[in-house]
């Protein structure tokens, strides 16, 4: 997310994002055309964007089929648009934003690649409520978000594999339609 709050998800289409980070090849030669004309007091803020964008973490499409690539590409915006909220009491105390975005900096430095936050403690104090307000404010930062509640209860009432079932569909682009066994 940016500074206002718009997702930007940079597309390389054969090409390398080292190329547009330094400005190298065609984009170097963009640059240079452009030296002298009444562009050339931009030049430094496009050469800013430029690399802010070729260091955000995107698709590199180089080789294979493009109807492979627009799949996955469309299929990972749209997973990302639509994915759930849960429903949590409003006004609940001490679910304040303050509280959860203290949880949010100590954990966010943290949340480069697979993240899994336990939250342990005695039945009824909020532990699922806790979660889900957690679960809702970061979960547009991941590709693939996954909020699995009562794991215990529910592996001994529908079994292991509707919970592995659960989490495969959630993280998965296409459709799941049966597993036997995982």
């Known amino acids: 997310m ?5 997702l930007i998800i940079p597309i390389f289409y054969h090409i390398d994002p080292s190329d547009v980070r330094n400005l190298n090849g065609s984009y ?8 002298g004309n009444s562009y050339a007091h931009k030049k430094q803020r496009w050469r800013d964007a430029l690399r802010l964008v070729a260091n955000l973490s995107g698709w590199h499409v180089r080789d294979g089929s493009e109807a ?12 990302r648009l639509s ?3 849960l429903y949590v009491e409003e006004g609940l105390v001490g679910m304040d934003f ?11 430095p943290l949340s480069s690649d697979v993240l899994m936050v336990g939250i342990y403690g005695l039945g009824g104090i909020g532990k699922t409520t806790i979660a889900k307000v957690l ?8 590709m693939v978000a996954s909020f699995i ?7 001994k009432r529908n079994g292991l594999l509707h919970l592995q079932m659960q989490l495969l ?5 296409r459709n799941i339609e049966s597993v036997s066994n995982l």
């Open 83 to 85: 994915q759930k909220v």
């Open 28 to 35: 170097n030669y963009a640059f240079r055309k452009h030296e």
């Open 135 to 142: 679960f809702n404010h970061i979960a547009s930062d991941f």
């Open 169 to 173: 569909c959630d993280s998965s682009i």
């Open 149 to 155: 509640a009562d794991v215990k209860e529910s592996s």
């Open 98 to 108: 303050g509280f959860i975005d203290t949880i949010v900096q100590k954990i966010k």
């Open 68 to 79: 492979d690539a627009i799949e996955e590409i469309t299929g990972a915006i749209f997973g």
């Open 2 to 6: 940016n500074q206002i709050g718009k």
